[in-house]
């Protein structure tokens, strides 16, 4: 495991108890505003919530602590978030705002919202896994992408139907004109040519 997530986690809560502090010197109420601040209470706060604990659990077994400023309770979560699969119907109205809809001054080209948007719905792809897409990761000539080291770590191939293999050679021959093809490029570009 990498621990990435988490070594942010503890890194932003370093930054709201204003720095380098002894672990000892941590209170309850810089806990207790780390893990619910001024944000809705959402599903996130537990897993912030497990993060210190590990992180107080190693003080406490190291002798820096005596006891955890951790609150004992949990509040009442929201239910998980129920996933929506978008109708044909609604997609083809999705696309055709995405087409009209990003600003002439805004970072984003409407043809890339509207290929991402595609590659989302038709290649089944996480949002995080698109946006990490780079023009070596995508064979257009053999209708597949290469999404590398995802969730788990894990890499996969992922097949495109002949409409989406269309729609995405119709979007690389406008993104290459533009940007050109550099294996390292990112597939799908801000209008300044950044992922």
């Not at 890194?11 to 010197?25: H, K, L, M, T, W």
Request: proline share 7%; glycine share 6%; hydrophobic share 40%.
């Amino acid at each position: 495991m990498r621990f990435d997530s988490e070594a942010a986690m503890l890194a932003s809560f370093c930054r709201r108890v204003d720095g380098n502090i002894d672990v000892e010197s941590v209170t309850v109420e810089q806990v207790h505003d780390f893990l619910t601040g001024n944000r809705p209470l959402t599903n996130h706060w537990g897993k912030r919530r497990s993060v210190l604990d590990c992180l107080f659990r190693f003080a406490l077994s190291r002798g820096y602590l005596t006891a955890s400023p951790l609150p004992r309770y949990s509040p009442k979560l929201p239910p998980p978030l129920t996933p929506y699969i978008y109708s044909q119907q609604e997609l083809k109205r999705l696309l055709e705002v995405a087409s009209t809809a990003c600003s002439p001054y805004g970072l984003l080209d409407a043809y890339v919202l509207r290929a991402l948007i595609l590659i989302l719905y038709g290649g089944c792809l996480r949002h995080g896994e698109a946006l990490r897409l780079t023009m070596q990761d995508v064979n257009l000539d053999e209708a597949v992408l290469h999404v590398r080291e995802s969730k788990f770590y894990r890499s996969r191939l992922v097949p495109l139907g002949a409409d989406l293999n269309s729609a995405m050679q119709a979007y690389a021959r406008q993104r290459n004109q533009r940007f050109g093809q550099a294996p390292a490029a990112p597939f799908f570009c801000l209008r300044d040519g950044h992922p």
